[in-house]
């Protein structure tokens, strides 16, 4: 079994992560478990999880490492939390609890991980705390660097945590040095939120549909609403910090904000916001080069969800590498955390980067013949699975597929994905009609194998994109090969670069279907019933098959379909 470090973090996203001889082997939200999407409150279930996947039990565990110092933990119910958001500017002692966060004091917290460690049976366990931000930033550094021995800069930033929404550090052998802290109410994140809450949608899951609608307004009127959110929040002298204009903290200003962005059109409004972001973040971290002579950048917080804000920090000219690390929202904390502890144990250069995000459960074929097993659906086993996806997708079918590892995060990365085909203008129509239900202006994304990228998307710097952080202009003569998998309106995409030779199945599936077709890319996008989150077990995909209209799933090594297979 070896020796066993545990990482979590509770509230938003609440996720757990093991590692095993210092070897991160496995790493799971909480949503996923309690299919609740979203799920604040503690990861019980992703704790369970983890010590199953490495056969281990409670009481094997001797550390555990937290990836915050302070904030809520305890479940909250999304009515509830909604209901709190509606109320939030009127509460009298706003003011107050503000204070208390920007001290980022840990109050009671320490107690009551104790108490929720042990309802898991974990009671022996010493428990350790690692600063939010220092979290993201690990998390960042230790997962994507590709020589221990450059220096990196790495910036964070997200609504706020321990205080903080923002930091500026450079990182080298192992060694952090802090440049620069943004205290939580100069906060480009809450901003977001509370855009997102005020559209009618869900913060710290919805902000993704702003960005999405973003392309379609006017670019005039967007500029006009980001003139106005600049007179709000900018950088402070030095340039390494966000700073807001009013006394009270952005998140307080908030009514005040909507006050003067009164009347305009909605889509003018979410790309003003989208705008005004990239045009800020973008300076701050030319900013951040020019301080501190270092151009390889990495990112980390949930604010870097934005693949357009990191497409035009990638795109400066002052930066030579740029990568953020895959689903970096709070969701990322135990894994910096547990990075940030095994390179104080046992030494940076020990610590491996993030080999891929494959790193939940796996579909056996004894799990997905008793998926199957009574539901009147049909089991094949063909000689090549991926021939066979293949040839359906190349005949234009619409094929699940619930495969290997399960993908930590917020993006499908072919193992729990619905795969289509990308040339068929209809298939966004389809997908929506058959499982999806999105919002209609939201686009779908493309998986490309790597050697063929050029034909495809703009990526002179030759990028890596095998997360979907990164957006690209696409190619103007590949428009008819990806018309399904890119954004309408301004023709941009956020592609799964595939490595060719890449182990997890997709690459296979894209070879084939190559062959077929001669084209190397593939609409993807995630296994789950609208409002749910992504499948991880071979009954939830199953589940996913029965109650939509899809008609195929590949299952581990079988094909599922819901009439006898003539294959």
Request: a negative charge.
């Amino acid at each position: 079994m070896g020796d066993l470090l545990l990482g979590i973090h509770g509230g938003a996203n609440a996720t757990a992560a093991i590692a095993v001889d210092g070897h991160l082997t496995h790493c799971v939200q909480e949503e996923r478990l309690t299919g609740i999407k979203g799920y604040m409150g503690f990861p019980h279930q992703a704790i369970a999880a983890c010590l199953h996947a490495a056969g281990a039990d409670p009481a094997d565990v001797t550390e555990v490492v937290y990836g915050s110092r302070s904030g809520p933990v305890d479940h909250c119910p999304r009515d509830e939390w909604l209901r709190r958001l509606a109320a939030f500017h009127q509460q009298p002692a706003l003011t107050d609890a503000e204070e208390r966060l920007m001290g980022a004091a840990p109050g009671g917290l320490p107690q009551r991980i104790t108490e929720l460690l042990r309802q898991d049976g974990l009671t022996d366990a010493r428990v350790s705390y690692v600063d939010h931000h220092t979290a993201h930033a690990a998390a960042a550094y230790y997962g994507l660097r590709t020589d221990p021995d450059r220096p990196y800069l790495v910036l964070t930033c997200d609504g706020f945590g321990d205080g903080a929404c923002a930091t500026v550090s450079t990182w080298t052998a192992g060694q952090r040095t802090e440049i620069a802290r943004t205290d939580m109410r100069n906060s480009i994140g809450l901003l977001w939120f509370w855009f997102t809450h005020a559209a009618g949608f869900t913060p710290h899951e919805d902000e993704y549909k702003l960005m999405g609608m973003a392309p379609h307004a006017r670019l005039d009127r967007a500029r006009q609403v980001a003139d106005i959110l600049h007179t709000f929040l900018g950088l402070d002298p030095s340039g390494l910090r966000l700073q807001r204009t009013t006394t009270a903290s952005i998140e307080r200003a908030w009514p005040d904000i909507a006050e003067h962005l009164r009347g305009r059109r909605f889509d003018d409004l979410f790309a003003g916001l989208q705008l005004f972001t990239e045009d800020l973040l973008t300076r701050w971290a030319r900013n951040a080069v020019t301080a501190t002579g270092i151009r390889d950048v990495l990112a980390g917080g949930g604010v870097f969800m934005n693949i357009k804000v990191n497409q035009r920090i990638a795109d400066l000219g002052c930066v030579d590498t740029f990568a953020a690390f895959p689903s970096c929202g709070d969701e990322s904390l135990p894994l910096g955390a547990l990075y940030h502890r095994l390179a104080a144990t046992q030494g940076h250069h020990r610590v491996q980067p993030l080999a891929d995000c494959y790193l939940g459960d796996d579909i056996t074929p004894e799990a997905a013949q008793h998926a199957v097993a009574g539901t009147g659906l049909y089991l094949h086993e063909p000689d090549r699975i991926e021939d066979v996806v293949a040839g359906l997708l190349a005949d234009g079918q619409i094929v699940a597929r619930c495969a290997g590892r399960m993908e930590y995060g917020a993006r499908a990365l072919g193992n729990r994905s619905i795969l289509a085909n990308p040339a068929d203008a209809d298939v966004p129509r389809r997908l929506n009609q058959l499982v999806k239900q999105r919002d209609f202006w939201m686009p779908f994304a493309p998986a490309i194998l790597r050697s063929h990228q050029l034909r495809y998307i703009c990526n002179p710097g030759r990028l890596h994109s095998p997360y979907m952080m990164l957006g690209f202009d696409i190619q103007p003569d590949a428009v008819a090969d990806m018309i399904a998998a890119i954004h309408p309106a301004d023709l941009s995409c956020r592609p799964q670069i595939v490595d060719d030779d890449s182990p997890a199945g997709l690459a296979a599936i894209l070879h084939a279907y190559h062959v077929r077709t001669g084209r190397a890319v593939l609409l993807n996008t995630s296994l789950n019933l609208h409002g749910n989150p992504v499948a991880r077990t071979a009954a939830d995909a199953v589940t996913v098959l029965r109650r939509s209209d899809l008609a195929y799933l590949q299952l581990g090594p079988y094909l599922v379909t819901k009439h006898a297979p003539t294959c």
